[in-house]
């Protein structure tokens, strides 16, 4: 949600449809990579703390 809606906002201010596309292809790739890093991070936590 948040990769679409820079990449709008990078339309609105560019107007170039070129940026919007690659931003909406970038976002999930950069998802992708740090999936793994940050479940790890989140699992080493206590889960109880953040209730």
């Known amino acids: 949600m948040f ?4 990449g709008l906002f990078l339309l609105r201010k560019t ?5 919007l596309g690659i ?5 999930p ?3 992708l990579v ?5 479940g790890t991070i989140v ?3 206590s889960h109880k703390k953040s209730l």
Do not use: H, K, Q, Y
Request: aromatic share 8%; charged share 10%.
């Open 34 to 38: 740090l999936l793994p890093v940050s």
């Open 15 to 19: 107007g170039s449809a070129m940026n």
């Open 29 to 31: 790739l950069v998802s």
């Open 43 to 45: 699992d080493r936590f």
């Open 23 to 27: 931003s909406i292809l970038i976002g």
């Open 3 to 6: 990769s679409f809606a820079l």
